[in-house]
Nanobody
């Protein structure tokens, strides 16, 4: 069974940092892009960042310079380091694997990704 599992969410004050991790099992994702998305209450799920199979990274404009996405091929994991967090970053964060192998383009559409993890809650508040 192919599965992605996120961890690392929690409550943090504005300006703080969190590190999200996503581990894959049942499949090796080294030839696939790995992305992070988020969904705030009452809003649609949106793209946050992606790292391609060769390590190229793309970011949503509002997180550039604050978030860093990286991957560990040996551990089959992807990490989202989030710094300078703002209340508007509050959301459930999901990781997902690209559907098609060996793609280096900037994939932001949700339909480009499967499978998905179950999500982890990030709350930025005083």
């Amino acid at each position: 069974q192919v599965e992605l599992v996120e961890s690392g969410g929690g409550l943090v004050q504005p300006g703080g940092s969190l590190t999200l991790s996503c581990g894959g099992s049942g499949h090796t994702f080294s030839n696939y892009a790995m992305g992070w998305f988020r969904q705030a209450p009452g809003k649609e799920r949106e793209f946050v960042a992606v790292v391609t199979w060769t390590g190229i990274t793309y970011y949503e404009e509002s997180v550039k310079g604050r978030f860093t996405i990286s991957r560990d091929y040996a551990k089959n994991t992807v990490v989202l380091q989030m710094n300078s967090l703002k209340p508007e970053d509050t959301a459930v964060y999901y990781c997902a694997a690209g559907r098609r192998p060996r793609i280096n383009s900037d994939q932001r559409a949700l339909t480009e990704y499967s499978p998905w993890g179950q999500g982890t809650q990030v709350t930025v508040s005083t």
